[in-house]
């Protein structure tokens, strides 16, 4: 299951240490658009193992009917346009992450705050994470567009749906994610707003249908991270906890740990690097620190080395034009022994 990828934003600089990225393509579905289900004993944990963390899945029962209550699912559903909750294991975007077969699917219930939890594996631990991309599901984003028995349509200005105020309302739905650390949780917050329109310019309005990267850097060193929904539209149904009307559903890929611990990484300063474009499409260019002998090599995702080169210069690059469209590793080891990988896609 481990993807040992080291993953980078085009041209940002690489700093030397290692990552890991679970991108959920392995173990692979059994047939196309299908999804991971694992139901078990009520309220227990059986979710899975993905790159250097774990995933929860937990189920509940109605009567004599287990359904998914809360955590992570894994799809390769590609059904984009579909509203409804029969279409809840989708991603809007239709695939994951730069075309890839499989994501992961979170259900965010509030009657059980604390389950949308995903635990570092031990050589992880304490280390902390980068990020992941998101985007939202199929089933939430068309909710929001459209509305529908129970929820409205984010930017209605008529007044007529579930009580909504004469001129409209400023909704929003958003990830909160905070840090555990040592079984303490942390203060610091990340939001992300997978849909917009508290700002009074409606041309700001947004629902997200693209795969956006979500920074965890700022909350440092790390054992697990818990994830909930926030949004705009909700109900009390007569209880203490306020409910979502808006579905609780969202989609992430490549949720990427940082290995080595947060206060142990080497800065850019050490030996920063650039590789740009990403995507390309017929060249790779390499910008690196002066005076460091630098060996390059390109390879595919089973290991095989496609392209190999050493240089002095601090610019190199690599003729890509009849390489097929797809994933690539690009490691570089300098003089000093420093290594750096990237993931290259070539369209």
């Known amino acids: 299951m481990r ?9 940002l600089p690489i700093s030397g240490f290692c990552q890991t990225v679970s991108d959920f393509e392995s173990p692979v579905l059994p047939q196309p658009d299908t999804f991971y289900l694992n139901y078990g004993p009520i ?8 790159g250097l963390a774990h995933f929860p899945f937990y189920t509940d029962s109605f009567g004599t009917t287990a359904f998914w209550r809360s955590g992570f699912a894994y799809s390769n559903v590609q059904d984009s346009v579909s509203s409804g909750r029969g279409n809840m294991y989708a991603a809007r975007t239709g ?4 075309g890839s077969a499989q994501y992961a699917v979170g259900q965010f219930n509030a ?7 995903i635990s570092l594996l031990p050589a992880a631990q304490g280390k902390g994470a980068l990020g992941f991309y998101a985007t939202n599901s199929s089933y939430a984003y068309y909710s929001m567009r459209v509305g529908d ?11 007529t749906h ?6 409209g309302y400023p909704d929003f739905l958003r990830l909160i994610i905070q840090a555990y650390s040592g079984g303490v949780l942390k203060p610091d917050t990340v939001a992300f707003y997978l849909a917009d329109f508290r700002d009074p310019d409606s041309t700001k309005d947004y629902i997200l249908n693209s795969w956006t990267w979500v920074s965890l850097a700022k909350l440092g060193a790390a054992d697990s991270f818990k994830l909930c929904i926030q949004g705009s539209d909700t109900a009390s149904f007569g209880g203490p906890i306020p409910y979502l009307n808006t579905p609780s559903f969202f989609c992430i890929d490549n949720f990427t740990t940082a290995d ?9 300063s050490q030996w920063a ?25 390109l390879t595919d995702l089973q290991g095989r080395i496609l392209r190999q080169a050493t240089t002095d210069s601090n610019r190199k690059e690599l003729d890509i034009r009849d390489l097929a469209a797809g994933y690539y590793i690009l490691s570089l080891e300098n003089e000093r022994g420093q290594r750096l990988s990237q993931k290259i896609l070539k369209q």
């Open 3 to 11: 993807s040992l990828l080291l993953f980078f934003l085009a041209a």
């Open 111 to 117: 009657a059980y705050n604390d389950s949308l939890r």
């Open 149 to 159: 028995a129970f929820s409205r349509k984010f930017g209605d200005t008529t007044g």
């Open 273 to 297: 690097a650039k590789v740009y474009p990403n995507p390309a499409q017929q060249y790779l260019i390499v910008e690196l620190p002066a005076h460091q002998r630098t060996t390059l090599i």
């Open 43 to 50: 309220g227990t944990d059986r979710g899975f193992d993905n």
């Open 260 to 268: 080595t611990p947060s206060n142990s990484v080497p800065s850019t």
């Open 95 to 98: 695939v994951g992450f730069g």
């Open 162 to 167: 579930s009580g909504l105020p004469q001129g």
